[in-house]
């Protein structure tokens, strides 16, 4: 087998471990979306305990 082979046969595993991959985060998306709400709500939590001055996330602007 010479370096080119050795590549090429490299090359197609990384394909198919890519394209596995692709697939389980698009089915795990799939799956999920029902409790985006939900999902962001949970995450956002910590967020919006630690805000003081209401309870919007808000951003920081640099002052003008």
Same mark, same amino acid.
């Given at each position: 087998?010479?370096?080119?082979?050795?590549?090429?046969?490299?090359?197609?595993?990384?394909?198919?471990? *890519? *394209?596995?991959?692709?697939?389980?985060?698009?089915?795990?998306?799939?799956?999920?979306?029902?409790?985006?709400?939900?999902?962001?709500? *949970?995450?956002?939590? @910590?967020?919006?305990?630690?805000?003081?001055?209401?309870?919007?996330?808000?951003?920081?602007?640099? @002052?003008?």
């Amino acid at each position: 087998m010479n370096a080119t082979e050795n590549l090429i046969t490299h090359l197609l595993e990384l394909r198919a471990r *890519l *394209l596995h991959v692709s697939a389980a985060l698009l089915l795990a998306f799939i799956c999920l979306f029902p409790w985006a709400a939900d999902l962001y709500t *949970l995450m956002a939590q @910590p967020l919006l305990a630690n805000n003081d001055r209401s309870n919007k996330i808000r951003s920081k602007r640099p @002052p003008a």
